[in-house]
């Protein structure tokens, strides 16, 4: 199916581009349940955790707006036997619009004991990125434009993420940087190099469990994100968890939207989540909302050390 994107094709890309630039969810997407799908964020998640965690993540972002972001991540990551390094890796594919980024990243993380109590994770994580412009879902102006000279243009980049986390079994604190390398987009079939490079990212995330009684956990926890030159966006969240196995969230995504959550993990190690969004911006006028589902199994190891409750 043809979309009927009628715009020159150079300013097509730089509206996406800019786009990129300016908005967090169009360069790297967003997750809801990013308490649930911290390894995503931060490479340094991976082994602090008693057992390989194993991840598939759904987004469909703005339902009822063609051609909407959907994103899809693959992840796993775990502790060694010692519990002082961690390993991990994740597969992912965003689309929106005619473009396509899709990508892969292995990782690795050191663990330092601070006390008894605490502990300090070192994550670096690289792979490879391709972002992918589809020309079949854009019409031009000019139909002999020798830009799209095959209808599909592909920039293959080196990726990489850092990433640290201080935490303990009641309560953590953490950050990244994705796109690490900057790496600058160019197109091999066209002669216009100059539009965009991938932005480093910071994310700041942090979170406390409180232990109300045998029963119930209450865990809030936030995330701040900033790229330049757009405004700084909070992620605020409250996890209420029952027995350690059914859980309700609510959270608040500044210029973007409100969410509920829900959750159940069966028999300790299969994990389902859902998550609807209410959009908040202007966007509202056209979309029913955003819909997220995780899948999640854990092959579960001996416990050596209490880790805390980032699921």
Known sequence: MKHNYKYPFWFLVSILLL????????????????LL?????NPAIAGTQDFYDVKSNHRYQWVGITD????YTLSINGPTKNKKMGFGGILYTDHVGPTRRTGFQASYAYHLNINSDIKLSL???AG??????DGHKIELYDLNDQVLVNNVMRSVVPDAKFGFLVYHKDWFVGGSIPNLLSSKLEFSNADYTGLSKLKQHYYLHGGYV???NDDFDVEP??????VTPAPVQLDLMTKITWKNQLWLGLAYRTMDAASA??????????LLGYSYDFTTSNLRNYSSGTHELMFGVRFVRAKTFESPSIE
């Open 19 to 34: 786009l990129s630039n300016n908005f967090v969810s169009q360069q790297l997407p967003i997750f809801s349940q990013y």
């Open 123 to 125: 994550a670096l994580s």
């Open 261 to 270: 959550m829900l959750g159940y993990l069966f028999k300790e190690n299969i």
């Open 68 to 71: 909407a972001p959907r994103t």
């Open 128 to 133: 490879v990125l391709e972002w992918k412009l």
């Open 210 to 212: 409180f232990h109300v």
């Open 221 to 226: 926890s936030c995330m701040i994100k900033i």
């Open 37 to 41: 799908n911290d390894y995503a964020y």
